[in-house]
Nanobody, 126 residues
């Protein structure tokens, strides 16, 4: 059974940075789409970034994080990262990675994703 594990969350001051990691132990995620989502208290889940497989290379960001967040892969480590810079209090929430078993170009539409991690908390203090 494929399981996704996120790590790297924590408490950071406004303007700071964090890097989240996502991996699927025992599974090669290189050939599939990985997405990053977040959910703030009392709000709906939001798709913020996705990365297609290495061959496709397409990456997409939501307007809310474009220019501040960067998604990337390290195929040697079989991990996907979300580098978050210039964090704001409104970035606070639980961050999830998800996998779409597809070689198509990625989209930040949660309905496309079949596998989800349990999430990691990111708190940005103002």
């Amino acid at each position: 059974q494929l399981q996704l594990v996120e790590s790297g969350g924590g408490l950071v001051q406004s303007g700071g940075s964090l890097r989240l990691s996502c991996e699927a132990p025992g599974f090669n995620v290189d050939t599939y789409v990985l997405g990053w989502f977040r959910q703030a208290p009392g709000k709906e889940r939001e798709g913020i970034a996705c990365i297609s497989n290495t061959e496709n290379g397409y990456i997409e960001y939501s307007d809310s994080v474009k220019g501040r967040f960067t998604v990337s892969r390290d195929n040697a480590k079989r991990k996907v990262y979300l580098q978050m810079n210039r964090l704001k209090p409104e970035d606070t929430g639980v961050y999830y990675c998800a996998l779409e078993p597809s070689e198509a170009a990625c989209r930040t539409d949660a309905n496309r994703y079949d596998y989800w991690g349990k999430g990691t908390q990111v708190t940005v203090s103002g």
